[in-house]
């Protein structure tokens, strides 16, 4: 929907409001005009609730030398509306989800969130960027901040939070300026791959888009709208909505696989911890662009404290959720260089697919004294090795279940490494517990330690795994005899292969 | 992480120490937005001037760039015939735009005023 338009030499963009019935979509609308100075249009209301949008324009900042235009557009929330929710939603270049923070409001937006996942999936890329603003903080019963993102893990959607009070519009243009830096995110990414359009915008006003609305919807929606207009709880509307949205998604486009990047120079050892990339990194220096800065934004606002590791490397963990690390070898003295070289490796994450975990991003961040380094920020999921340990606690049962899962999931991961840009290490540790797919969740090799992919052929994908699993079955091996029992009554698919490289391991120890 | 309302209150504070206050507001550079802003004269198109001079802090920043300059900007000073302009970093994605009557104040009063109401702000 990013639009140059050669008539007012401005890149216009739309950001959405959406978010349950009441949850202040409206509010906020209103309380940004405010601060902004800015009329806001809103055509048919009936009882104080929002029918069509709320629409607000406001022209401010610069993108590559062009004002931005901002139409500010609100949904309306009542399930009766979904259709012309969904509607205004596609049109979007950043949404920005007013959430009552409330505890018992928290329920269902999980579903809602998926629901609003997979409206925005039919979008054209470059991805819609998606804020949370975690609103109602000034209410007694509203969540923590920690509970709030804990409900949006549920939803396992990339987002980046805000707290608000939308009634004195406390948090409210925050929000809107963080989301336009997302949407400036999608225009330069769609500048860049030759796809932003320099043409008149489609809807110039809210008065436009209210007769684009009533033209496609052909009187449809009147009916539900001045009949049906109802309070409609969040934990209602949410599966419906999630289920009609999700129909209608389509998949991502996947980039190319690219060639390798280059070996770099090193960096020149020092003892003061790098500076940590934060949301304010440039366009261009953060990929992937949108969902990058998303997560920038959220470890931004966590604990880090780095440490120097034996590689040379600088790592660390933001509020025991995310690892960031800056790899050995990867600083540079001038931007270019740098910016090459996120490049080339953002073309190896890019390329390696479904191999790799989808929650993680790079940035290319200054360093101090002018340089600069190159980042990765990957989330900490459970390991194989996690639930290992975890299993050496427990009952007979319970590590034979275990040691069955990581067995099939080591191995499905040997067969699914291989189809990565590079090669990932085989470990435990690397390896995700819970994915049916056992994607890697460890750190991406250095740039400068990048090797091709290798085939792991099954013989030799049991010899890591034998090696991997030795001190765990070290550490059960005074439950031997238990544990091989429950491993026999398992269904053969599921124990079988643990039971031969088990029996076999611990007869020769 | 100061609030639009925090943002104000040190807009306000400045503009209680500095004479000849015309207008102020702090700046996303990625973007060139307001974060907060005032502005006491209607013909001062504040959100025209914020964007723009984040264009002249971009610059500054490339130029220190070319001349392998090893530090950080702090302050960038503009003296027009009848006004006195400060951009002020406040951390490295957002800054201070600060405009004043030459003849209400000057330099020395300004900087320190700014500095006073600005530090540990963001």
Redesign the interface.
């Known amino acids: 929907m990013v639009v140059l338009d050669p008539e007012s030499d401005c890149v216009v963009i739309r950001v959405v409001y959406d978010g349950p019935p009441e949850a202040g979509k409206t509010t906020s609308v209103r309380a940004l005009a405010g601060?902004l100075g800015r009329p806001v249009f809103t055509p048919g209301q009936i009882e104080g609730r929002t029918v069509y949008f709320d629409w607000l324009d406001y022209?401010?900042?610069?993108?590559e030398?062009h004002?931005?235009r901002c139409q500010v557009v609100s949904v309306p929330g009542q399930s009766s509306l979904a259709p012309r929710r969904r509607a205004l939603l596609r049109t979007a270049d950043v949404v920005v989800f007013v959430a009552d923070s409330r505890r018992e409001a928290l329920l269902g937006l999980p579903g809602y969130l998926q629901g609003l996942a997979g409206i925005l999936s039919g979008v054209d890329p470059p991805p819609v960027g998606l804020v949370v603003q975690a609103n109602k903080r000034d209410l007694p019963g509203a969540a923590p901040l920690d509970e709030v993102r804990r409900r949006l893990d549920d939803a396992a959607l990339r987002v980046g939070i805000v707290e608000s009070i939308a009634i004195d519009?406390?948090?409210?243009?925050?929000t809107?300026?963080f989301a336009?830096?997302l949407a400036?995110d999608r225009a330069r990414e769609q500048l860049r791959s030759g796809r932003l359009q320099s043409e008149r915008p489609r809807v110039g006003s809210g008065e436009e888009l209210l007769a684009e609305l009533k033209d496609a919807e052909g009187g449809a929606l009147d009916l539900a709208a001045a009949d049906g207009l109802r309070h409609t709880p969040l934990h209602e509307v949410g599966p419906s909505l999630a289920g009609q949205a999700l129909a209608d998604a389509l998949a991502h486009e996947q980039a190319a696989p690219r060639p390798m990047g280059r070996v770099w120079r090193p960096a020149p050892a020092e003892e003061q911890p790098p500076r940590a990339p934060?949301?304010?990194v440039?366009?261009g220096l953060i990929w992937p662009p949108v969902n990058g800065r998303l997560i920038l934004h959220e470890t931004a606002?966590l604990p880090l404290r780095l440490e120097r590791g034996a590689e040379g490397d600088w790592c660390g963990t933001a509020g025991g959720r995310w690892t960031v690390q800056a790899p050995a070898h990867a600083g540079f003295g001038?931007?270019e260089r740098g910016r090459t070289a996120l490049v080339d490796w953002a073309r190896i994450h890019s390329a390696s697919g479904d191999a790799l975990s989808s929650e993680r991003c790079i940035a290319l961040a200054?360093d101090h004294?002018?340089g600069w380094r190159l980042w990765q920020i990957v989330r900490e999921q459970e390991s194989l090795r996690d639930v290992l340990e975890r299993a050496e606690a427990g009952a007979p049962a319970e590590a034979a279940r275990a040691l069955a899962a990581c067995v099939d999931h080591f191995l499905e991961a040997a067969r699914f490494f291989p189809r990565a840009a590079c090669r990932l290490p085989l470990t435990l540790a690397g390896v995700a517990a819970s994915h049916p797919r056992a994607p890697f969740i460890g750190l991406m090799p250095a740039p400068a330690f990048v090797r091709p992919p290798e085939p792991c052929p099954e013989p030799l994908a049991r010899d890591l795994l034998a090696r991997e699993l030795g001190p765990h079955l070290a550490r059960l091996l005074g439950g031997r005899d238990a544990i091989l029992e429950a491993l026999a009554r398992l269904p053969l698919h599921e124990g079988g292969a643990a039971t031969d490289l088990l029996r076999e391991r611990w007869a020769t120890s | 992480?100061a609030?639009?309302?925090d943002l104000m209150d040190a807009i306000a504070r400045i503009e209680a120490d500095v004479g000849g206050f015309i207008a102020a507001s702090f700046v996303?550079?990625?973007?060139?937005?307001?974060?907060?802003a005032k502005s006491n004269r209607s013909d001062f198109d504040l959100?025209v001037a914020?964007?723009?001079n984040?264009?002249m802090v971009k610059q500054k920043l490339k130029i220190?760039?070319a001349l392998?300059?090893?530090?950080t900007l702090e302050d960038m000073l503009l003296t027009l015939g009848d006004q006195i302009h400060l951009i002020r970093m406040i951390?490295?994605?957002?800054f201070l735009y600060f405009a004043a009557d030459k003849g209400g104040t000057n330099l020395a009063i300004v900087r320190t005023a700014v500095t006073k109401h600005t530090t540990g702000l963001l």
């Open positions: 601060s022209t401010g900042g610069l993108f030398g004002r931005i519009g406390s948090g409210v243009r925050e809107f300026v336009v830096r400036l934060d949301p304010a440039a366009g606002g001038d931007l200054e004294g002018g | 992480m609030t639009e309302r996303d550079l990625e973007s060139g937005m307001t974060l907060a959100s914020s964007a723009y984040s264009e220190m760039k392998n300059l090893k530090t951390t490295p994605g957002t």
